[in-house]
């Protein structure tokens, strides 16, 4: 059976039942509202998805637009092996919630969602489905957004050398995920050992560099005031040559999302630290079980 028909995500929200989810919709007195919410690099269909991470999120914050900024469906993974909890439709459920709640949102698939990008320009259940688009903020700058992955050289000039790093990054991600399984039986926070070692090693450092100077050479040549993407799962604020450059990182490793205050400010959310930060009784369930489909 074809990957995409397998999938729940271009299904309408009312075939996606509340009953059936594992992680029920809470109910959060005084959402945080934000005009406009980033985020990308989901990679449902993996066990690297922090799928409790990314609920807890959707469950406390709202916006008028949210960007999927691409891979948030990681085909690569499913056509080896399909592998989707029921916490991946939880999340699934959620997004199409807010498209029939009123939310505009926009999907813009990246290199592993790369299948749906054969719809671009169609609309399901709300979503709109783009290979880029241009943001205005509150304040009036056009922000163009895409995922990245059109500006990795390695992707573009090698790809089978791509999917070789894929497949290391995947057995790193495994690595993580033990890792924190034992920083939980602590009560100790989620820590992302990829992030670590990517700002640990002289080369990744190299390469997310000289991806994000590509990246707003880009934006700039197309007459835009910035650029927002994800691919590197680097989240970022920067001003680059003129162009402002945002990253809104990911949900393997980083967790964070990119939002926009309705006076056009421009912020990283780290949610895993707004976790942290939250009340002992609030925080503790989270931190407890930070992977409920792993």
């Not at 459920?93 to 709640?101: L, N, T, Y």
């Not at 609309?123 to 700058?141: M, Y």
């Not at 995922?147 to 090698?158: N, R, S, V």
Request: with cysteine; glycine share 8%; aromatic share 10%.
């Amino acid at each position: 059976m074809d990957t995409i028909t397998r999938l729940p995500f271009l299904a309408d929200v009312d075939e996606l039942h509340e009953v059936d989810l594992l992680v029920p919709e809470a109910d959060v007195a005084g959402r945080r509202r934000y005009r406009t919410i980033w985020i990308s690099d989901i990679h449902l269909g993996t066990r690297g998805c922090n799928a409790a991470m990314l609920i807890d999120f959707l469950d406390n914050v709202d916006s008028e637009t949210m960007y999927l900024v691409g891979d948030i469906i990681d085909g690569w993974r499913l056509k080896k092996k399909f592998y989707w909890p029921a916490t991946h439709n939880d999340i699934v459920w959620r997004i199409m919630k807010r498209a029939k709640r009123g939310t505009r949102v926009v999907y813009i698939p990246g290199n592993h969602d790369e299948m749906f990008r054969q719809f671009t320009g169609l609309n399901f259940g709300g979503v709109e489905i783009r290979r880029k688009a241009i943001h205005e903020t509150a304040d009036g700058r056009k922000l163009l957004v895409l995922h990245g992955d059109e500006f990795d050289t390695i992707m573009l000039a090698h790809r089978w050398l791509a999917f070789v790093g894929d497949a290391a990054y995947h057995a790193l991600m495994s690595l993580n995920l033990w890792v924190n399984k034992v920083r939980n039986w602590f009560d100790l926070p989620y820590w992302s050992l990829s992030k670590m070692a990517k700002h640990k090693v002289k080369n990744a450092v190299e390469f997310i560099s000289k991806f994000e100077e590509v990246v707003a050479h880009e934006a700039g040549a197309r007459g835009v005031d910035g650029v927002v993407c994800g691919h590197i799962h680097n989240a970022e604020v920067r001003e680059i040559a003129g162009i402002e450059y945002y990253n809104d990182g990911d949900w393997v490793e980083g967790c964070t999302a990119l939002v926009e205050h309705f006076d056009g400010r421009m912020e990283v959310l780290h949610w895993a630290d707004e976790i942290a930060a939250r009340p002992s009784a609030d925080a503790a369930p989270a931190q407890r079980t930070p992977r409920l489909a792993a």
